[in-house]
Nanobody
Framework: QVQLVESGGGVVQPGGSLRLSCAISGATSDYSAIGWFRQAPGKEREGVACISTRDGNTYYAVSAEGRFTISRDNTENISYLQMMSLRPEDTAVYYC????????????????WGQGTQVTVSS
C-alpha cells in the first residue's frame, strides 16, 4: 500500500508562487510515475504534470507549461510542484498520485491518491 500526503497549499496573490510537496510512503518501488492533478469547484479533475520514476522524464499540461515545475527527491521520496506566475484560474484542490504502470496525466491511470491541498489565488 502506498500513502501520499500533500502540503504547501495556501492563499497567494496573482503573480505569486507556491511550492507543493507530496510525501510518499509504503511500497515506493512499485510505481512508475508521480502525477499532480487539480480540481476546481464544479469542474472535473485535470492533470497538471507528471514525472517518471524510471528516467525522470516530465510532462506538463498546456496550462502549466512554463510556469510549473515538477520534481522528485528520490532519497526522501518526496515530489514537488513549484508553481510560479499563479493566476486566479489556478485556484483548486491539488492532488498528487502515483501509478504502478505507465506515464501521463490522465487521472484514470493513477492508482493511489493523496487527500489534496487547497491553493487559492486571489487579490
Amino acid at each position: 500500500q502506498v500513502q501520499l500526503v500533500e502540503s504547501g497549499g495556501g492563499v497567494v496573490q496573482p503573480g505569486g508562487s507556491l511550492r507543493l510537496s507530496c510525501a510518499i510512503s509504503g511500497a515506493t518501488s512499485d510505481y512508475s510515475a508521480i502525477g499532480w492533478f487539480r480540481q476546481a469547484p464544479g469542474k472535473e479533475r485535470e492533470g497538471v504534470a507528471c514525472i517518471s520514476t524510471r528516467d525522470g522524464n516530465t510532462y506538463y499540461a498546456v496550462s502549466a507549461e512554463g510556469r510549473f515545475t515538477i520534481s522528485r527527491d528520490n532519497t526522501e521520496n518526496i515530489s514537488y510542484l513549484q508553481m510560479m506566475s499563479l493566476r486566479p484560474e489556478d485556484t483548486a484542490v491539488y492532488y498528487c498520485a502515483v501509478t504502478v504502470m505507465g506515464f501521463g496525466i490522465s487521472a484514470r491511470h493513477y492508482d493511489y491518491w493523496g487527500q489534496g491541498t487547497q491553493v487559492t489565488v486571489s487579490s
